[in-house]
């Protein structure tokens, strides 16, 4: 099948404008531009591309890798026109040391901005979940209503964490968190208005 698309297909630091759309063939599952493979590669059961709207939406055991970056879901759908993609149901992004899992997340490839709905993730050395989390400019994630561990049980099992009205991460580097709560169990043990964490740091600590 032979589909039409810009050049807004590039996954995660692709920033230049789309000026041509080259012929782009799908087969097996791969997506090639003139034999030549993309700096992203695509894989899913099902590909099609509706040039009316500019949407392609690759659907069934979606994986799209590129350098160091892998996006895994049930649905992608993206706009070409808008250089924006939608991933849905059983979501995984992976980056570096930093897995994150939930049912929605949505990417603009020349922004780099991010958003995401109710979310798990592993942020070395965190366990960490939330109701959402978005990344608007820079390096810094937002998360809002996290929770942060490194107890190794599921959450609904977690011996000890904290919890924080919102947490701001650069991966790789620190997590910042204001209003937090210790707990133990269910149990909330001490409040401090402010939280900070050096992500070489394996211990959840708390210093308030």
């Avoid at 590129?66 to 250089?83: G, P």
Wanted: glycine share 8%.
């Amino acid at each position: 099948m032979l589909l039409w698309i810009g050049a807004a297909l590039l996954w995660l630091g692709h920033t230049e404008p789309t000026i041509a759309a080259p012929e782009v063939e799908f087969g097996g599952g791969d997506l090639s531009v003139g034999g030549a493979r993309l700096p992203v590669d695509i894989k899913a059961d099902n590909l099609e591309y509706d040039r009316e709207h500019g949407i392609i939406r690759a659907v069934s055991n979606v994986v799209i890798r590129r350098t160091n970056e892998v996006l895994k879901a049930n649905v992608v759908e993206v706009d070409v026109n808008r250089n924006t993609a939608h991933a849905m149901g059983r979501v995984v992004f992976i980056r570096d040391k930093t897995e994150w899992r939930g049912e929605e997340f949505f990417y603009n490839f020349v922004t780099k901005d991010w958003k995401t709905g109710p979310f798990r993730a592993y942020i070395d050395p965190f366990s960490v979940t939330s109701d959402g989390a978005e990344r608007e400019s820079g390096v810094e994630y937002v998360l809002h209503n996290a929770t942060l561990t490194t107890c190794t049980n599921q959450p609904e099992d977690f011996h000890y964490y904290l919890k924080a009205k919102e947490a701001r991460v650069i991966p790789g580097k620190r997590i910042k968190a204001s209003n937090v709560t210790l707990c133990l169990g269910s149990v909330p043990v001490v409040f401090a208005p402010y939280w900070y964490r050096a992500l070489d740091n394996r211990t959840l600590g708390f210093s308030p």
